[in-house]
């Protein structure tokens, strides 16, 4: 929107805007030429005159009151008020005045479909057009008015329907609008906020293991405590390049990958490692690898940092299901559970990105350990084996 110019649906919000909107709405106050040609030129007493022009200001002022508040939370019953007030105005000045004056019921029909919801519209504006028929004929030389005021009466009426639903139509889709750019801006948080707990705390960890590793070997073993703190370099160079590829939206982690560094940290942390070579990902849509990549990445920071476990074994299959074919991921451990008794954020997130995938996660404790399973959707196509 412009500074000058108001969008369908928005209140003005400056006096320039507020001055456009009066200036449309005021412009087609010239149709009310007749009742002033009347009080200028129709010969009425001074005091006729004067009670006239207090009558039409009060009708002006009434109507563009009521335009004006449209649509800003009225009861329907103070709305039905005001136009009752209006027909008043204009019945009195109409018997009172002549003929002139039942141009009064066009804006108060044309009112009533702009400020009225359609299912009591269609009733009021008729309502009006019946009631300016009765004055017209109840006033001298009226009928000759009604053929040319009826018709736009109803006409203005039932269009100015049409105007209030677009405006409602129009302030329906920009709160729409509204809460889908909110709803996008949270995701992408949620985003954010999963990918820099998986990168964070696995290389975290990683780099805790290794920089008590290179603590114990200090005293005695200098060369392989200096070999410990080059890899915890690499892992921290690597981490923080992992973070600014998920800020910028373009890291997607490899199944095979993900699996090279999950040795390393068990390896790292004394845990016994049992991991497939060489996964088969044909078939497997990058959504479900980078899920599935995610998934593993999660399950072995788990085994490192709280399970307190001494043998983890990674076993990744295809199995056919009822739903069709799914590429399955599964981390079992001999320690003592994951993240404790309910799921913490790592669980939570990786619920969220199988989900997304098509896919599903199971996490329980065993009668020997604690085990993941997180399945993703592949394609039909693929063969259906194991992966050892």
Not at 347 to 360: F, S, Y
Request: with cysteine; glycine share 12%.
């Amino acid at each position: 929107m412009s500074g000058t110019g108001v969008g369908i649906g928005k209140r003005p919000e400056n006096r320039r805007q507020r001055f456009v909107k009066l200036l449309w709405t005021g412009i087609w106050l010239v149709y009310l030429s007749a009742p002033a040609g009347d009080l200028l030129h129709g010969g009425h007493s001074t005091g006729v005159r004067t009670l006239g022009w207090i009558g039409l200001a009060a009708f002006v002022t009434w109507y563009m009151l009521l335009l004006f508040r449209t649509g800003r939370g009225e009861r329907n019953s103070v709305v039905l008020a005001s136009l009752g007030v209006l027909a008043a105005q204009s019945t009195v000045l109409a018997l009172t005045l002549g003929r002139e004056w039942l141009v009064l019921f066009v804006y108060v029909s044309i009112a009533s479909g702009a400020a009225l919801p359609l299912r009591m519209a269609r009733w009021t504006i008729p309502a009006t057009c019946t009631l300016m028929s009765v004055i017209a004929f109840a006033t001298p030389g009226g009928k000759a008015f009604l053929a040319g005021l009826l018709i736009p009466a109803l006409l203005g009426g039932f269009a100015m329907t049409g105007v209030r639903e677009l405006v409602r139509t129009t302030v329906a889709l920009r709160e729409a609008r509204a809460t889908v750019a909110q709803l996008a801006a949270n995701e992408e948080r949620l985003r954010l906020a999963r990918d820099l707990h998986d990168l964070l705390g696995h290389s975290l960890s990683l780099i805790t293991i290794k920089s008590e590793l290179a603590g114990r070997m200090l005293p005695g073993h200098p060369d392989k405590a200096a070999q410990q703190v080059a890899d915890i370099e690499q892992v921290s160079r690597q981490a923080l390049v992992d973070v600014r590829e998920a800020v910028s939206g373009y890291r997607r982690p490899r199944l095979a990958a993900e699996l090279a560094g999950a040795e390393v940290a068990l390896t790292a942390a004394d845990v016994v490692a049992a991991l497939p070579a060489d996964p088969d990902l044909m078939g497997v849509p990058e959504d479900s690898e980078t899920a599935l990549a995610w998934a593993l990445r999660e399950a072995v920071t788990n085994v490192v940092r709280h399970s307190g476990a001494r043998r983890c074994t990674v076993e990744l299959q295809r199995r056919q299901t009822l739903d069709g074919p799914v590429l399955e991921l599964c981390v079992e451990d001999d320690g003592s559970g994951g993240e404790g008794s309910g799921p913490g954020h790592g669980l939570t997130g990786l619920t969220e990105r199988l989900t997304k995938a098509g896919g599903t996660l199971e996490a329980g404790g065993t009668r020997h350990g604690f085990r993941l399973t997180a399945r993703v959707p592949v394609a039909a196509s693929a063969h259906v084996g194991s992966a050892t």
